[in-house]
């Protein structure tokens, strides 16, 4: 049973939150085809309503953006508007939340998007990409203009406007997991020796530039960036990730975004407890688990809280338990991720049909 620390309520910017569990971003590919979001996500969100904080999963701000297909966009009419039919039912069931953007760099193909991927140099990813065809070889990315640099900051913004305008409260930078402002921190992936590259102070300025970007467009308290030392997700590689993180926590605690959210945070090391002393404001923690167990949730999200998190992010246990916060409340066992081939498949299976400890719970029940 977890205690009552991480069950407490908690303030994220203007927001008051029930409890300090986050449903973390998790890519699901159950928008239709042209990005926009439907009546499946709406259900699948407003079962989990009771998270305190929801952070939707990533969404494209441009076209060339995209990564795989029926990923969820927002730069367009037609996204804004299906995202509103899922905050709004979110909303229905009583909860409330941020939307991740992510742009993915090389980590995609032109059967995807019809364009031509970009990245910081063109240096591609070492690994097929799934598109409708299936799996095919990764292309070699275009290496990004300067100018191609300022519209996609630009893009970003106005991704963020267009996510206020959906309905969320806050939007979440993605600098994390090997995707396009990873690509620019990493090491192998940023070959760059103009203002962008080399240093530790060029390879952080596209994620500063886009971060103060939207906290110019929508206000420093609705956005959040997350970060993900170390993580080779997408053969992203850090060679000074001692170094680097610093800096950036730094240079991102200035420009004030409402919370930095840490993928893999471990609590026993000296770069967690670096990265929680150097910032100012809310601090989410996303731990790597052992298990999908009670007993290794309530662990790890203990164990975090102690070391200064104030705010535990979960991914796979959201995913397989609607009512995660109840069952932890309780102790309870979770239910397990049935199928991984089913978390990217489409359709309610392995999405919204997995039981609640209520054997009739209303698909918006709060």
Known sequence: MLNENPLSPARVGRLVLPNRLVMAPMTRNRADGDGVPGALMAEYYAQRAAAGLIIAEAAT???????????????????????????????????RAFLQLQHGGRVGHPDNSGLHPVAPSPVPLPDTIHTPSGPVPAVVPREMTRDEIRRTVEDFA???RNAIDAGFEGVEVHSANGYLLHQFLGSNTNLRTDGYGGSIAGRIRFTLEVTQAVVDAVGAD?????????????DLREDDTDALYPVLVRELAKIGPAYLHVVHADPATDLFRTIRALW?????????????????????AELLAEEGADLVALGRPFLANPDLVERL??????????????MYTGGPTGYTDYPTLDPAPSAHAA
Do not use: C, F, M
């Open 329 to 342: 409340r309780t102790g309870a066992p979770l239910n397990q991720i049935r199928d991984q081939y089913l």
């Open 61 to 95: 701000p441009n076209a060339v953006g995209q990564t795989y297909p029926n990923i969820p966009a927002i730069h367009g009419p037609a996204h804004v508007s299906g995202w509103r039919e899922v905050t709004g039912a979110l909303r229905d069931a009583g909860g």
């Open 222 to 234: 609705r956005v959040g960036v997350r970060i993900s030392p170390g993580v080779t997700a997408n």
């Open 280 to 300: 100012p404001t809310t601090l989410i923690a996303n731990p790597k688990l052992d298990d999908l167990t009670t007993e290794d949730v309530t662990r790890k």
């Open 158 to 160: 106005a991704a963020a």
